[in-house]
């Protein structure tokens, strides 16, 4: 299974766009990227999956360069309520996939 | 369209008691999952789910964890006897069955949150 790494922590102000980046070095041919968010007393909550280049929905856009060892997650002009854990993700496309999540990336939005 | 519902919200017990949670999954979903979560941290995978059968239960603490899938559809997650250390938010998640592109896509519950005493 491919790991991840992502910062732990981040800061942003109201109205910034946030982008919030994640390693996978080992990620397959046939790997997924997926990012979720959680709230406090939530469940995770899907946003974005994508295998190469760029992906774009209502919430956000999700950057995949070329080796795909990396994807960056952007968030456009960020509010309070987007303040959660965003966690990155590397998704098989088999029968052994674990969706193993790692320790995400805590964003805090100030006013 | 209804979402994955999980029960009971809140459980306090003391140790050594059992305990059950309960999950129904989103309507046509196959693949069912049961996370733990502990405070600070990912959830981590307890079980897997394909139809009726656990195709991955590595991580379950068999000696005092059990779950079922009857019917493939609803699910328990059972503690027997509780330990100090099971205190954590209890994931169930539900996806279209593995092996296809929008497998990676989780729908989670709220979880049910343990407190041993």
């Known amino acids: 299974l491919a790991k991840t790494t992502q910062p732990i922590s981040m800061d942003s102000y109201e109205g910034q766009e946030v982008n919030i980046t994640c390693s996978h070095n080992?990620?397959?041919?046939?790997?997924?990227i997926t990012w979720y968010q959680q709230f406090p007393s939530q469940g995770p909550r899907f946003i974005i999956q994508g295998y190469k280049t760029k992906v774009t929905n209502e919430v956000a856009s999700l950057f995949i360069p070329a080796d795909r060892k990396s994807s960056t997650l952007s968030l456009p002009r960020v509010s309070l309520s987007d303040t959660a854990v965003y966690y990155c993700?590397?998704?098989?496309?088999?029968?052994?996939?674990?969706?193993?999540f790692g320790g995400g990336t805590r964003l805090m939005v100030k006013p | 369209e209804a979402g994955v519902v999980q029960s009971p919200r809140y459980k306090i017990i003391e140790k050594k008691q059992p305990v059950a949670f309960w999950c129904n999954p989103i309507?046509?979903?196959?693949?069912l999952y049961w996370y733990l979560q502990n405070l600070g941290q990912g959830p981590e995978l307890l079980i897997r789910y394909e139809n009726e059968e656990a195709v991955d239960d590595s991580q379950l603490p068999k000696d005092r964890f059990s779950a079922e899938r009857l019917k493939g559809v609803d699910s328990t997650l059972k503690i027997q006897p509780a330990e100090l250390g099971d205190s954590a938010v209890y994931l169930c998640a539900s996806s279209l069955e593995a092996g296809t592109s929008e497998s990676g896509e989780l729908f989670f519950g709220e979880g049910s949150r343990l407190t041993v005493l």
């Open positions: 309507s046509g979903h196959n693949t």
């Open positions: 993700l590397v998704v098989g496309d088999n029968a052994g996939n674990m969706l193993t």
């Open positions: 080992n990620i397959a041919t046939n790997d997924y």
